[in-house]
């Protein structure tokens, strides 16, 4: 009997130089740095792990079949207030933001990228199923 997975424990992420890396993720979205040698960093943010890993001229953007650039990860916030907070923290942390976008679903989103270009994009509507797992005091958690 198959037991499905459960969760994802580690995203990995190409960058350019490590160190600039690591210490852009912490000093402009509040990461946690947990390791660092000269091929790659482990660093904590949004109850996920992530591995800045050494690459060439690569990055975790993908080409759609219309020919637009994407991002690969959504992270969620919870609601349009935190969302409009946080463009706004990540403006004045001159992390490069795209506008607020209405795409017809529920919530809004915007798209921030980092310092080697890796695009991600943030959702104003945190899941059902993270507060139902977590309770509403999922802060105090953390």
């Known amino acids: 009997m198959l037991t499905g997975l459960v969760r994802v424990g580690t995203i990995y992420i190409p960058v350019k130089k490590v160190e600039v890396a690591a210490k852009w993720y912490k000093e402009k979205i509040g990461a946690v740095v947990s390791y ?33 650039e994407r991002f690969s990860i959504t992270f969620e916030v919870d609601g349009l207030n935190a969302l ?14 795209g506008d607020i976008e209405d795409r017809g679903h529920a919530g809004k989103n915007f798209v921030f990228a ?10 104003s ?9 977590f309770g509403e005091n999922w802060r105090d958690k953390q």
């Open 84 to 97: 409009h907070n946080l463009h706004s923290d990540f403006k004045n942390n001159d992390i490069q933001v």
């Open 114 to 123: 980092d310092i080697d270009g890796n695009k991600f994009d943030v959702w």
């Open 36 to 68: 660092i040698d000269s091929d790659k960093a482990i660093i904590n943010f949004a109850n996920l792990s992530f591995f800045l890993v050494k690459s060439k001229d690569e990055s975790a953007n993908f080409v759609d079949s219309n020919g637009i």
């Open 125 to 133: 509507e945190l899941s059902a199923k993270f507060k139902e797992t």
